[in-house]
Nanobody, 119 residues
Framework: QVQLVESGGGLVQPGGSLRLSCAASRSIFRIVTMAWYRQAPGKERELVATITSGDSTVYADSVKGRFTISRDNAKNMVYLQMNSLKAEDTAVYYC?????????????WGQGTQVTVSA
């Protein structure tokens, strides 16, 4: 069973930065995408950023130009660099991995890490 563990969340002032990390407990084969989602209180979980096996990236409009997703295949890790943070970025951030070994889809989720942006 693969486990994803996020780290790097915390309390930061508006305009500040945080770097989230997500580590897989073991190698994941045939990764299709690695992504970060977030869920604010009372809201649905939303996609923040995704990176494909070919390193193509997609960002939510609300974070474009401020957040950067990256991955380290050798370490089975994905990162989210968050700059110019705003109060509306406050949420629990979740790491997600989609893999398709042998054409069968697997989805893995982390337990989430809290990001709070407040003065």
């Amino acid at each position: 069973q693969v486990q994803l563990v996020e780290s790097g969340g915390g309390l930061v002032q508006p305009g500040g930065s945080l770097r989230l990390s997500c580590a897989a407990s073991r190698s994941i084969f045939r990764i299709v995408t690695m992504a970060w989602y977030r869920q604010a209180p009372g809201k649905e979980r939303e996609l923040v950023a995704t990176i494909t096996s070919g390193d193509s990236t997609v960002y939510a409009d609300s974070v474009k130009g401020r957040f950067t997703i990256s991955r380290d295949n050798a370490k089975n890790m994905v990162y989210l660099q968050m700059n110019s943070l705003k109060a509306e970025d406050t949420a629990v951030y979740y790491c997600h991995v989609e893999s398709r070994p042998g054409g069968i889809r697997f989805d893995y989720w982390g337990q989430g890490t809290q990001v709070t942006v407040s003065a």
